[in-house]
């Protein structure tokens, strides 16, 4: 079995456990395209180095690589496909990763809102109110930013203030209750899309200026000039720069924070959380709860109360 063909089986293989594997996808194709259609026993380990550890790929991508590679050639260990994987061990030495997610201040969520009118000029290609929404229903539903790009019309109950989010990660479906505020600031852009775009049902709910569908590289850019718009960056290169995708995260913390400030029972509601968030078990929303000095500072005073309590039993 050459290379292509065992990519491919590890590729159905995947999408069979229920993801959509496109990013991996397309690497192991490259990869495949690199060493040729040689017997997949014959790829060596500087094979394999060369592609990792190409001039100019950054320490972020090579780690992504690694872990891609590695996992595919598992695969075909433990399928009797090779007798040992080709992995390297000496390539560039990778540190722990050093990226954290970005969680936004609710002083920082207010720049970027004030800021979208100056981000949604004449000639860009999203206009405000379509910006605007998508910001919130990402941070105030807690939405995948591929999550909001699918949805369409007919996703939207306006009267019961519920959207239907349809096949997300891992082709899960699940229905997303919205708070008063946010389902006005829908209602509010539903009857102004409607008066420029399509009202098909089966139509995109979210469109750019010219009625096509809003694509993920659009939004990415004009997240990016909104961000700067609104001066928030951190320290470090672009690849460091705070991200669409925190927004959902942020929403998690301020959530679970204000969860501890009122006493609640976490127990009962973490639960609850994954389940909004769409996530398959609570170890998915675990990783979403950066300690922040507010999540930190309000856990450290749940735990004085019960150390108190104890003192006194």
Same mark, same amino acid.
């Not at 695969?75 to 496909?81: E, I, K, T």
């Not at 981000?119 to 860009?124: L, T, V, W």
């Given at each position: 079995m050459n290379a292509a063909q065992a990519i491919a089986e590890y590729i159905v293989h995947q999408r069979c456990l229920g993801k959509r594997f496109h990013w991996d996808d397309w690497l192991l194709t490259a990869f495949g395209n690199s060493v040729g259609s040689i017997p997949l026993c014959e790829i060596g380990p500087d094979m394999v180095r060369h592609f990792l550890d190409r001039k100019g790929t950054s320490e972020g991508t090579v780690r992504k690589k690694y872990g891609i590679l590695d996992r595919f050639f598992r @695969?075909?260990? =433990?399928?009797? $496909?090779l007798k040992a994987s080709p992995m390297p061990q000496n390539i560039r030495k990778l540190g722990p990763s050093s990226f954290a997610r970005y969680i936004y201040s609710n002083a920082e969520l207010k720049q970027l809102l004030a800021a979208v009118p100056l981000?949604?000029?004449?000639?860009?290609k999203i206009d405000g109110h379509t910006l605007r929404t998508f910001l919130l229903l990402l941070y105030g539903a807690g939405? &995948? &930013?591929?999550?909001? *790009?699918? $949805? +369409? $019309?007919? %996703?939207? %109950?306006?009267?019961?203030?519920l959207i239907h989010v349809r096949g997300a990660k891992f082709f899960k479906s699940r229905i997303v209750p919205l708070d008063a505020s946010v389902n006005t600031v829908l209602q509010e852009y539903l009857t102004k899309r409607r008066k420029h775009n399509s009202r098909d049902l089966d139509s995109p709910l @979210?469109? +750019?200026?010219?009625?096509?569908? *809003?694509?993920?590289?659009?939004? =990415? &850019?004009?997240f990016r000039r909104l961000r700067a718009i609104a001066g928030i960056r951190r320290d470090?290169?672009?690849?460091r720069q705070p991200r669409l995708h925190d927004l959902r995260h942020s929403a998690a913390v301020h959530r679970v924070t204000s969860w501890y400030r009122q006493g609640a029972d976490l127990? %009962?509601?973490?639960p609850k959380l994954a389940t909004y968030l769409g996530h398959k078990d609570l170890s998915?929303?675990?990783?979403?709860?950066?300690?922040?000095?507010?999540l930190l500072a309000e856990a450290s005073l749940r735990f004085e109360a019960f150390a108190r309590r104890s003192d006194h039993d």
């Open positions: @695969f075909a260990v =433990a399928r009797h $496909l981000a949604c000029g004449p000639h860009s939405l &995948r &930013r591929g999550e909001a *790009l699918h $949805l +369409k $019309l007919s %996703d939207v %109950d306006e009267p019961q203030s @979210f469109c +750019k200026r010219s009625g096509e569908p *809003l694509t993920g590289s659009a939004i =990415a &850019r004009a470090g290169g672009s690849r127990n %009962d509601l973490l998915g929303t675990q990783r979403y709860l950066t300690m922040t000095p507010e």
